[in-house]
C-alpha cells in the first residue's frame, strides 16, 4: 500500500520541488513545504524528518535522508531521496536533476497507463457478450421443453421443469459471478495513478 502511495504522489513531489527550488528556495525549506502539503506519504515523512531536525538530535539532513531511503519502497521515491542526499553531501545540481527525474517519472506514468488501456480493450466487449448472451442462451434452454413440446421427451427423455429452472438459475448465477471477477481483474490491474 506504501509504495502505491508513494508512486501515486511523487511526481507532483519532484515538480513541486523543481518550482519551489527553481525560484530560488533552499532545500530544507522546499523539503518543509512539502511536509506541510498534501503529498500523502511522503508529506507524512518530510514532515517528520523536518520534525527530527528541528530537536536537534537527528545527526543532520543527510542522515535523515540515509534512513528515509530505508523506508521508502517505490525505485522513484528512493531515486529522489538519493538525489536529495547526493546535493546534500556532494552539492550537485538539484534543480537539473529534479527536471530530469520528473520527465522520466511523467513518461514512465504515460508508459504503465497506456498498458493498463491496453489490457483493459477486450474487457467491455467481453463483459458485453457474457451479459447479454448468457442469459439469452439460458432463457432458450428454459424454454426447450414448451418448443418442443411431446417430441423433446422423445429426444432427451423425461425432462423436469424444476430442474430446467435450477438449471437456468445457476446459469445466471455464474454469468453474474463471472462478469464480477472479469470486473475483479480489470480493477486489480489498475495503477493507480
Known sequence: MRKLEEKRELLYVIRTMDVLMSSGVGLEAAIHTIGRGGYGIISE??????????????GGLDRQLKDMMKKAESAGYKRLLNTLYTNVTQNTDLVETLKKQGAR???????????????LGGVPETLLSIG???????????????????????IVGAIDQGMINQVVSGGLFFTVIGMALIGLKAHTKDPGL
Open 45 to 58: 515523512d518530510f514532515s517528520a524528518m523536518m520534525q527530527r531536525l528541528q530537536k536537534g538530535t537527528s
Open 105 to 119: 517519472m511523467e513518461e514512465e506514468r504515460t508508459e504503465e497507463v497506456e498498458k493498463y488501456i491496453e489490457e
Open 132 to 154: 447479454m448472451i448468457g442469459p439469452i442462451i439460458l432463457a432458450i434452454v428454459g424454454l426447450v421443453p414448451q418448443l418442443l413440446g411431446d417430441g423433446a421427451e422423445a
